[in-house]
């Protein structure tokens, strides 16, 4: 993101009527948002985070005071399990100067957690200086529920999920790694793996694909089917 007719040096400071507009444009949004200095440390949390974390009142990052923290102070609000990799992405995005995206579970008030998935766009002026980070957290709390149990009753009745397209499959879900003994952290085969040759190339499948011209550009893109073992 581009934003031009700045004074870089004015926009860099946090009391010019930029950062003030921001705030307020920030507060507005239905979404948890929030700003961090070119160093990547976090300064402003849009009203709504900052209620969720239970921040005090007079909280700095209310304000979008700097405080001097470290960028990676805020992790302390993550769970455990998700700091690794979002210290990693952030530490990606800082070394690159470019937009990232990760997922997460952020520590409510009362204690229990919910999952988000937080995007970060750098803002910068015409002459390509960095003048701060802007992002959002939308909460997947409900799409990460669901992706559980439909994981979980494939899991007992034994079927999987896939997506397929003229490119072939865009999809499998960690079931169907399972029945075909393949490693879930991989990408879905090609169609030569379960078609090819020596393929056990599942009936349910096959069928499936067999139904519809897959080379054709004008069928639907995607498909998603179950099968069983």
């Known amino acids: 993101m581009v934003v031009t007719g700045l004074d870089v040096n004015r926009a860099l400071d946090q009391h010019s009527p930029l950062w003030v507009q921001l705030q307020a444009t920030l507060n507005f949004l239905p979404a948890h948002a929030w700003y961090a200095l070119p160093n990547g440390a976090l300064t402003f949390l849009h009203a709504r985070i900052a209620d969720y974390l239970a921040l005090p009142k007079d909280h700095p990052q209310r304000f979008g005071t700097d405080t001097g923290a470290d960028w990676d102070s805020n992790l302390a609000f993550l769970h455990p399990d998700d700091c690794e990799e979002?210290?990693?992405?952030?530490?990606?995005?800082?070394?690159?100067?470019c937009a990232g995206q990760v997922s997460f579970r952020v520590r409510s008030a009362e204690g229990g957690y919910r999952w988000f998935v937080s995007c970060s766009e750098p803002v910068r002026a015409?002459?390509?200086?960095?003048?701060?980070?802007?992002?959002?957290?939308?909460?997947?709390?409900?799409l990460?529920?669901?992706?559980?149990?439909?994981?979980?009753?494939?899991r007992l009745a034994h079927t999987g999920s896939w997506a397929f397209s003229p490119a072939g499959f865009e999809y499998w879900s960690?079931?169907?790694?399972?029945?075909?003994?393949?490693?879930?952290?991989?990408?879905?085969?090609?169609?030569?793996?379960?078609?090819?040759?020596?393929?056990?190339?599942?009936?349910?499948?096959r069928r499936a694909t067999d139904s519809r011209d897959v080379n054709d550009p004008s069928s639907i893109r995607l498909h998603e089917a179950n099968c069983a073992a």
């Open 86 to 97: 979002t210290r990693r992405v952030r530490s990606e995005c800082l070394r690159t100067g």
């Open 126 to 142: 015409a002459d390509g200086t960095l003048l701060y980070w802007i992002g959002v957290n939308l909460d997947i709390e409900e």
């Open 144 to 154: 990460k529920k669901a992706e559980f149990y439909l994981a979980e009753g494939q």
């Open 174 to 205: 960690s079931e169907l790694f399972q029945i075909h003994g393949l490693d879930p952290r991989g990408k879905a085969p090609n169609k030569g793996r379960v078609f090819g040759p020596g393929a056990s190339g599942r009936s349910g499948i």
